[in-house]
């Protein structure tokens, strides 16, 4: 649990901010090795000065404003990307707005309106590749020149690589179009996770023997149809299970579906919350000719979800409590 985690908007007084902080800017989405350099990095400027250290990040993701009309597959909504934030150990985050106003602030005006003046940072920590501004003309090498005359630290991070392969959230968002859930839970540095409400479904699994909880995941989700081996997170409790996602060729090949089912859990979950972590990546979905051939493929399915799942006992999201 993370205590007194503060979140900052654009709407908090300047007389609730504290003064001085180190800050992480970033977008954040997935909150990967990369990301984790770059915090970590402000951490350690923080406990040198005696500051505290938080992340600066955008909403919505800079990318949905400017092409509202493309596909955006985000590995983590605002909501999990703040609990994610306040698993490492930051004091907190400050959300901004990105609408056409910040947008169109140049880079110069953001350094000296937004971090100096408004949140008055001690310092700052970047990747390599991070711009801001107008144009994108702010860079890592504009904030290393300013730091002189403002008077503050600036550490940029080189990018992180695994495998001689640069970790980014667009090299984990194929990992997760290809199944290859490995590749992306060690970019992360930890599973990928979805959190949603659980649905009334058509009661299929019930009748098979596999009641599952139905969940809606976002529309631009591309996460690759298949079986998977997943933990879950029912409030504070943790449950091994597999789950499906894709459209049911076998019944409906209807519109993408997240279908979990629990080991060992007996309760009725309609309407609450869950967040379900990807372990293993199990097979392709299928089509199949009756349903005893999809039982005993579920059947299959279950006994290698619970091979994956006792081969990582404690793989689970790092997530920190937001009050």
């Known amino acids: 649990m993370t205590a007194g985690f503060t ?12 003064r001085g902080a180190v ?3 970033g977008n954040f989405d997935g909150v990967h090795l990369g990301h984790r350099a770059v915090i970590s990095a402000a951490l350690n400027m923080g406990r040198a000065h005696g500051k505290p250290a938080f992340a600066v990040t955008f909403e919505p993701h800079p990318r949905s404003f400017f092409s509202p009309n493309s ?19 930051l004091a907190g985050a400050v ?16 350094i000296h309106h937004d971090l100096i003046r408004r949140l008055g940072i001690s310092g700052i920590a970047v990747g390599y590749d991070f711009h801001f501004g107008k144009g ?33 959230s667009s090299a ?43 969940i809606r995941l976002d529309r631009n989700c591309a996460l690759k149809h298949g079986i998977y081996a997943v933990r879950v997170g029912v409030g504070a409790e943790r449950f091994y299970g597999v789950a499906s996602y894709g459209r049911r060729p076998t019944f409906d090949n209807g519109a993408p579906l997240l279908e979990v089912f629990l080991f060992d859990f007996k309760g009725d979950l309609y309407g609450r919350v869950l967040d379900v972590a990807f372990i293993g990546f199990i097979r392709d979905e299928l089509k199949f000719d009756g349903i005893e051939a999809l039982i005993r493929q579920m059947d299959d399915d279950s006994a290698r979800a619970r091979a ?3 081969a990582a006992p404690d793989a689970y999201p790092k997530l920190g409590v937001i009050d």
């Open 95 to 110: 959300v901004m707005t990105f609408d056409k106003g910040r947008a169109g602030t140049t880079a110069q005006d953001f």
């Open 136 to 168: 994108r003309v702010g860079s890592p090498s504009l904030l290393v020149s300013e730091a002189p005359r403002l008077g503050i630290e600036v550490d940029v991070q080189a990018h992180v690589d695994i495998a001689e392969r640069p970790v980014s």
């Open 308 to 310: 994956i799942l006792a």
């Open 172 to 214: 984990i968002r194929m990992a997760l179009a290809e199944g290859q859930i490995d590749d992306a839970t060690a970019m992360l540095d930890g599973p990928w996770f979805v959190t949603g409400e659980v649905i009334h479904g058509e009661k299929r699994g019930r009748d098979l023997g596999y009641p599952t909880a139905n």
């Open 23 to 25: 800050v992480a800017m």
């Open 7 to 18: 979140i900052i908007r654009d709407t908090t007084p300047d007389d609730a901010i504290p």
């Open 71 to 89: 596909p955006q597959f985000r590995l983590t909504d605002e909501a999990n990307k703040l609990r994610l934030l306040a698993g490492t150990g």
